[in-house]
């Protein structure tokens, strides 16, 4: 169910209220009474942002000096409110010059009022894109004296883009040199036991976009997820060639994704914002090619020595490298002194952390650099405790390789005028959280 709400406040730090609307009748005016009460008054304002007084919900976020307040008297969708607010603040920003705050409430009443009316009817959110309701609500915010940032020049065309399917991008866009970037970013999430079986292990990724194409093209992209493959097969009547194929699970997709050919095709096909955005994010459980191998060998020798060694395989082809490669071998507390052996890069103990950092800031592929240390240990007159070994940790980003072994296919661009376009592709692997128990 959407937010649905009955009023908002805009409130300063004291309960007085700045601006109010009210979108239903279900409520009484008296609300925010309630709200200073039963939450500010009490010190309760930073338990959670969510209250239930008699029968009405309070959903409530502090920007800068100021409560925005949300008053809902059915089961509302408690996300949809908090990111209507995050957008609204967003919207409120452009107006007045990147400035949200008491000062700026005061001073912008009157549009911040012709604003609500438009973002919110009946309590139902609507269009929040500041390119797009800027196109018909021309008023300047009054802007704080801080604010550098330079008014926004009107968009012609304000009728179509209001009315228009595209409401993300605006007619009348040329560039000399029209160009596309596609970043495929992932980051692999590992849990591995202390004898090498993984009990944890999935990719998230996203696929980030910067386009900079003149007109309104229509872009289609090809992936080789395994259920684009055979729909791509089926309509064209012949077997696909053979590779690997993946499974995307939980995906999801920018606003501006056709999702009637995604679901009919299993096609990426959009119309494009202008600049970068982030076009769809997936995950991956099945069939990672995990980047690295660690083989720890962590040995207590008494109660005031150890001996570490480890070795770090990268698995990835010959011709790649990993930039910025950081392996942390947890250690105990009473440690005294360290020495180090490693074949490639540098280790030292940080004592912050109680860990030995093992930094490696080009680190090639089928290589395997092993690191050897020797830890003296203070001697107690406690009674020793069995010392919980916490996992090694790994940051690593490794260019041009993917973990699900996703790929792009093809990326397609059209566009009336038939204005040639140049492509960039980049894959980016990065550690999420790469654990290993020892």
């Known amino acids: 169910m959407p937010v649905a709400a009955s009023a908002i406040y805009f409130l300063n730090l004291r309960g007085d209220v700045l601006i109010n609307r009210l979108y239903r009748d279900d409520v009484g005016g008296n609300m925010v009474d309630a709200f200073r009460t039963h939450i500010m008054q009490t010190k309760e304002l930073g338990t959670c942002p969510v209250r239930q007084i008699g029968g009405c919900s309070f959903f409530y976020m502090r920007i800068s000096n100021v409560y925005i307040v949300i008053v ?36 912008n009443f009157v549009l911040i009022y012709e604003l609500l009316d438009e973002i919110m009817d009946f309590g ?8 797009i309701l800027k196109l018909y609500i021309t008023q300047e915010g009054v802007r704080s004296p801080f604010s550098s940032k330079p008014a926004d020049k009107p968009v012609p065309n304000a009728t179509l883009q209001v009315t228009g399917a595209v409401g993300w991008r605006r007619e009348g866009l040329v560039y000399k040199k029209n160009e596309v970037f596609l970043d495929i970013v992932e980051s692999v999430n590992l849990l591995m036991s202390s004898k090498g079986s993984v009990l944890r292990c999935d990719v998230t990724g996203k696929i980030l976009m ?3 194409l003149s007109g309104m093209p229509d872009l289609k992209l090809g992936l080789n997820d395994k259920i684009g493959l055979e729909k791509e097969s089926q309509l064209k009547a012949r077997p696909t060639k053979s590779g690997k194929t993946i499974e995307l699970d939980d995906v999801t997709f920018h606003q501006c994704v056709n999702l009637t050919r995604f679901n009919s095709e299993k096609t990426v096909s959009f119309v494009p914002p202008d600049g970068e955005f982030e076009l769809m994010k997936y995950r991956i459980t099945e069939g990672v090619n995990l980047p690295f191998r660690v083989l ?38 009473q440690t005294a002194k360290t020495s180090f052996q490693v074949t490639s ?16 800031r080009k ?19 406690q009674e020793k405790k069995s010392w919980t070994r916490p996992p090694i940790q790994m940051e690593f980003q490794v260019p041009m390789f993917t973990a699900s072994g996703l790929r792009v296919r093809f990326l397609k661009v059209w566009e009336k005028s038939g204005y040639n376009t140049v492509e960039w592709v980049r894959y980016i692997t990065k550690a999420g959280s790469y654990e290993i128990r020892c």
């Open 72 to 107: 809902v008297s059915s089961n509302a969708n408690v996300a949809c409110a908090f990111k209507f607010v995050v957008e609204a603040v967003a919207l409120f920003k452009s107006y007045f010059g990147g400035a949200f705050d008491e000062d700026a409430i005061r001073n």
């Open 124 to 131: 139902y959110p609507q269009n929040l894109s500041p390119e």
């Open 210 to 212: 910067k386009c900079f």
């Open 296 to 333: 720890p060998t962590i040995k207590e020798l008494g109660r005031t020595r150890m001996e570490v060694n480890v070795k770090v395989k990268s698995v990835f082809g010959a011709k790649m490298f990993a930039l910025g490669v950081v392996i942390k071998i947890p250690v105990p507390k």
């Open 345 to 360: 890069g540098r280790a030292k103990y940080n004592a912050s952390i109680d860990c030995l950092v093992w930094k490696i």
């Open 363 to 381: 680190f090639p592929g089928q290589t395997e650099p092993t690191m050897s240390a020797e830890v003296e240990l203070i001697s107690t007159m």
